[in-house]
Each structure stands twice: as C-alpha cells, then as structure tokens.
C-alpha cells in the first residue's frame, strides 16, 4: 500500500480525495442534522408506516414482474441471435439512462386513459394510471432493467460446455434449465433481483408523473420524503436515512456475497 501512495501523484490523490467528498458530505450532512431523539416517533407515524408498507408492496410487486418477463428477455439477448437484438437490448437498457419523468409521461402515453392501449384497456375495466398498480408499473419499468443486464450477463459468463455434456448425456432441455443452467445463474439471478428491487424502492420521477401522490393508494417512501420536506424535514430527514440505509446494505451485500470484494 506504502509503494502504490509513493508512486501515485499528489494531484491524483487531491482529486480522489475531493470526489470521495462530494459523495461523503451530503450523506454526513443527512447524519449530522438528523433529529436522533425523535427518530423512533417521526419513522414510525401512522402515515409514514403506512407509506412504508406500500412502498414494500409495490416494490416487491415490481421485482416480481421483473422475474417473470425480465429473465426470458434476458434469455432471448443473450442467447438468440436475430435481426434488431441490439436496439432491443438498447431499448431495455434505455430507462437506466432516461429521465423518469419523462418514462412516466411515456407510460401515460402507452397506458393512459388517451393512450395507446388506454381504450383497450378501460373496455377491459382495467385502470392503471394513479392507482397501486399504475405505481407497480411505474416501478417496473424504471427497475427491470437492472435485472435484464444482471441476468444477461450471468448468462453470457456461463460455460455452455456443461449444458452441453448434460444434453449428451441425453438429458431433456427443461431438465437441462432447471439442474444445470438456473443453480449456476443463481447468483446473478439474486444480484438482479435485489439491484431491481433497491431501484423500484427507491423510484419517484416516473411513479409521481404516472400514478400520483395519493396517501394510502400510491405515495410511497420516496414520495413522503418529498411531501414531509415542505411540511416536516425532521421526518424528511429520517426517512431519507431509512432509504439510505437500505441502499447501502443492499450494494454492501452485493459486492461482498455475489459481486466479490477487490
């Protein structure tokens, strides 16, 4: 360690130490003006609770929703080959990149009472924009594709020569997916999930543009904080601390179980 600071230039080591300010200071900002002998009250009020459990609900519905159509989609980029796949994969890949406000505006767009399946959808009795499951949707699309680039990875890093030899050895293809290909994708499948249910608990822009702020229906954790700063930023402050919290022990978990410590 003594050798690489040696031969490491001071101008290096000033600009490391100023960036890992700019990402410390905000967070020791939230620490230091925490309201600590209210903590326990202020997270704990009736309708942060009640915040809390939809956020729980909500993100955990989008994580589910992820699974089931994120892994097949991750299955067909990684292991088909066909004409578009990249602008599909860039299309996935496009809300880690997006403004989510403006993924909210296109979901209206797509899902909306004047939207593209809007008037399939009312005949249908189905109404997703400002309800629970308009904020469910929200979440997924700005979440699944955290677990689309997991999962796709994980596939592409697998030796085929085992699906391979099992095949072989006359094994079925379901037999082959299920004793051999999806125990040995487990850990990205674990990283992908959890990654896309830290970023669907975390979601504002596109769940407060597509489903509202209604207390008890669709305002979850994230915008309770945005509506306690006006009103109560002691309770702001605690429950960006919760979240915070959440964030820091899902990324800690992940490099130190699944993504390996360096």
């Given amino acids: 360690m003594r050798l690489r600071l040696e031969r490491t230039p001071l101008g290096i080591l000033a600009l490391a130490a100023a960036g890992g300010l700019f990402f410390v200071l905000p967070l020791l900002g939230l620490l230091v003006r925490a309201p600590w002998p209210a903590a326990v009250s202020e997270l704990t009020a009736p309708a942060n609770l009640v915040s809390l459990q939809l956020s729980l609900l909500t993100s955990l519905s989008a994580t589910a929703l992820a699974l089931v159509f994120g ?10 080959d066909f004409p578009g796949r990249n602008l599909l994969r860039a299309l996935v890949t496009l809300p880690m990149v997006l ?13 909306g009472r004047r939207g ?16 629970t499951a308009g904020a469910v949707l929200a979440e997924t699309f700005v979440a699944m594709p955290f677990l ?12 085929a020569r085992f699906e391979d030899a099992a095949r072989t050895l006359g094994a079925g293809r379901w037999y082959v997916l299920r004793r051999v290909t999806l125990p040995a994708l487990l850990p990205s499948l674990l990283a992908g999930a ?14 407060i543009t597509f489903a509202g ?22 309770a702001a402050i605690m429950l960006s601390l919760a979240l915070l919290l959440v964030s820091l022990l899902v990324l800690v978990g992940l490099r130190q179980r699944w993504l390996g410590a360096a």
């Fill in 213 to 234: 702020n209604f207390p008890g229906r669709t305002q979850t954790l994230p915008l309770a904080v945005y509506l306690e700063l006006e009103t109560s930023p002691d």
């Fill in 71 to 80: 892994v097949p989609l991750a299955w067909v980029n990684a292991r088909l």
């Fill in 148 to 159: 689309v680039v997991t999962v796709e990875a994980g596939l592409r890093s697998l030796d």
């Fill in 194 to 207: 959890v990654l896309c249910w830290a970023r669907a608990l975390g979601e504002f822009g596109a769940t």
């Fill in 116 to 131: 593209l399946l809007g008037p399939a959808l009312a005949g249908l009795g189905i109404h997703l924009p400002f309800t």
């Fill in 99 to 111: 403004p989510p406000v403006v993924g909210g505006v296109a979901l209206l767009l797509a899902f």
